[in-house]
């Protein structure tokens, strides 16, 4: 293994992403795991880490966030062996919580649709900056629900869940990844809360206008599975999709057939995705889960490939694991390995387990499959190691504490 870096310099960053950082700022790492949760507490250097769990140990957590509008409550989704799946809230950092007393749940459908429960809430989404309290969930299999007090209850969205056009993109559980369909990647636009994307997988990328009222999809340009019919949207599969803070009219997108750009014009029609994968390295390809964009600069995103080579082996290509920056929108593509295993390293990571900071010069998060939590100092260039020895790592997030 290459010598482990030094931590890079601190800085805190405001609201506004588009504000300069101030220094100083303590964070904490969201950890979920297929066992259970943790948080890791930081010191402004990012130096030194203190464990804090596990949380609900035992019991499969798909994600856990922290709302920035106060910077103190969690929501974490939860499967839980006794009571099903469900949503816990945190109000004091995880020192104690409550289980939401309406978890997302389908409604009743009419004759012509068929019956759905949901196996796990996947995705947590805070609301808009100025709607206190507003959340959504997107689940397994696909459903998309609206918590407005805070986590406690939760409604569906008959927009997606009960249409039959949506329904008929969703598939079937068999259709979908081989741990059960999602709607995942819910984006707030920063600039209006009533505009909102999510995406499916399978089932393609929509987007709404009127706060979930209707719905249009965004699958211009995407490619599809060879032998597959890339007009018709189930058959699309995207994996992670983001929204650029500092240039909310940008999107990235991670895809089961490569890396996309979105630069939104105003006209939706002539919106297209742009591959940008086909510039990364050949020998490694495209594939992968999870896609992280840049706080600040709209250039800047970052990917985690794997192998996604015949059969799908989901690893590591070749057993070196490695993340790859743009500085250039898409470009061109470096390779960031520095601390990170030279070889045998047969594990990747999944959608929702790669982050990045806000700090003046950001740093990269990311769990493995096999229960690793690692840092990329100074925008991923030297990666150290935070944890071993956890349950399979499901999601990665980052909070700045108040």
Known sequence: ???????????????????????????????????????????????????????????????????????????????????????FRSTNLGRSWKEAQQPPAFANTNDTLPGRSVDHSFWLTPGHASETGSWYAGTSPQGLFHSQDGGGTWQPLASVNDDPQFRKWMGTVQ????????????????????????????????????????????????????????????????????????????????????????????????????????????RVGDIGFPMVVHPRDPDTAWVFPMDGTTVWPRTSPQGRPAAYITRNAGRSWQRLDQGLPESQAWWTVK????????????????????????IGHDEGARWSNIARHLPEIYAVEVAALR
């Open 1 to 87: 293994m290459r010598p482990s870096p030094k931590p890079a310099s601190t800085a805190r960053e405001t609201a506004s992403s588009r504000r300069a950082p101030v220094s100083g700022q303590r964070l904490v790492i969201l950890v979920a795991t297929r066992k259970g949760a943790w948080l890791f507490h930081g010191d402004a250097p990012r130096k030194t880490w203190v464990a804090d769990g596990p949380h609900f140990l035992g019991h499969t957590i798909s994600h856990v966030q922290c709302d920035p509008r106060d910077g103190r409550t969690l929501l974490a989704a939860a499967k839980t062996g006794h009571l099903g799946p469900t949503i």
């Open 175 to 282: 259709d979908g990844t081989p741990d059960g369909p999602k709607l995942h990647s819910v984006i707030v636009d920063p600039r209006d809360p009533a505009h909102l994307y999510f995406a499916m997988s399978g089932g393609g990328v929509h987007e709404s206008h009127d706060a979930g009222g209707s719905w249009s999809t965004l699958i211009q340009g995407m490619e599809v599975v060879e032998g597959f019919d890339a007009a018709d949207v189930s058959f699309h599969d995207p994996h992670c999709v983001r929204l650029c803070p500092a240039h909310p009219d940008r999107l990235y997108q991670q895809n089961h057939c490569g890396i996309y750009r979105m630069d939104r014009s105003g006209d939706p029609s002539a919106d297209r995705w742009q591959r940008i994968g086909r510039k990364m390295p050949k």
């Open 351 to 374: 959608r929702q387990a790669m982050t990045a900071d806000a700090q003046a010069t950001p740093a990269l998060y990311l769990g493995t499959t096999s229960g690793e939590l690692w």
